[in-house]
């Protein structure tokens, strides 16, 4: 082979490599700026291409992932002013599913709204982050993010399997420990970053991911088989919830898998057997009151 042939499939095999390689995330990303003038849109959109960049085109695993495997998730980010400079308030909202067996159906594993998001950004600059050092806080937040949204997915597939991810989402909280901006210590609200990963570690709350397992692996998977089957082992998720939350109700972990799966949960028992329906109204009713007057529809629904 002639010493052209040698670079060229050399150049072909890179290519290649580069088409085929897959991270693990497939995420939209949308940064949004009501109010704001046209300047400071402008700006906002390279952003918005950048965060793109930088969620889909870094590896945060050691996994290689198959085109079909990239855990789809969105982030969104409402942009309200511009403090002063390159600095920006704003509110983040992410969302993660994950697809079911056999079906065309993707489960929500995670929605939360994070108010507490303030950031600097010059435009065309590098989005530096490193997982041992905290080097700003739009990177941080947004690291910190991808690791649970990550962690969580894989949760969903064996027990606990997430832990390594959810760990690096911990290591993050550690280090902004020091950061200026909010939402990363214990002491600023109940319903933030740094409680967020204390609740997943919390041995209180250890059940809760081990009823995501159930629910997605046990329960949803496996419905195109046999659907009373699969809806039970989604009961017993749901037994399991409620056991956590009579040890410890309105944890910060429960409230954000109720407001992922509430939904998703009245479609699925609204042509349930009536005891089913009863039993998951109790259930439901019990460790999301605030949502009991939409868990009371499952049983208006004819079987």
């Not at 995420?27 to 918005?48: F, H, W, Y």
């Amino acid at each position: 082979m002639s010493k052209v042939n040698v670079v060229f499939f050399s150049i072909l095999i890179v290519v290649c490599c580069k088409v085929f390689a897959q991270t693990e995330m497939n995420c939209m990303i949308s940064v949004s700026s009501p109010g704001m003038n046209e300047t400071d849109r402008a700006i906002l959109r390279t952003l918005q291409s950048d965060l793109y960049e930088f969620v889909n085109q870094r590896n945060w695993t050691d996994y290689q992932f198959q085109p079909r495997e990239r855990i789809e998730a969105s982030i969104s980010i409402n942009v309200s002013e511009r403090i002063g400079g390159d600095e920006y308030r704003a509110t983040i909202s992410i969302q993660s599913r994950r697809p079911i067996y056999r079906t065309s159906y993707d489960s929500p594993v995670f929605n939360h709204l994070d108010r507490d998001f303030q950031f600097r950004y010059v435009e065309n600059q590098p989005l530096d982050y490193a997982d041992n050092v905290f080097t700003s806080n739009l990177t941080s937040v947004i690291a910190f993010y991808v690791y649970i949204i990550i962690g969580l997915d894989f949760d969903t597939f064996s027990p606990f399997g997430g832990t390594p991810y959810l760990e690096k989402a911990q290591n993050i909280v550690n280090l902004a420990q020091n950061a200026p901006e909010r939402g990363w210590k214990s002491f600023e609200s109940q319903r933030n970053r740094y409680w967020l990963v204390e609740n997943l570690f919390n041995t209180t709350y250890r059940n809760i991911r081990q009823a995501m397992y159930t629910y997605h692996r046990l329960g949803f998977d496996t419905m195109t088989e046999n659907l009373d089957l699969g809806r039970a082992e989604v009961i017993t998720a749901l037994e399991t919830l409620q056991r956590t939350h009579r040890e410890r109700p309105g944890s910060f972990l429960m409230q954000i898998v109720m407001t992922t799966k509430s939904d998703e949960l009245v479609n699925l028992f609204t042509q349930a057997a009536p005891m089913d329906k009863t039993k998951a109204i109790t259930i439901l009713s019990e460790i999301d009151p605030s949502n009991s007057a939409k868990y009371r529809r499952i049983e208006r629904e004819d079987s």
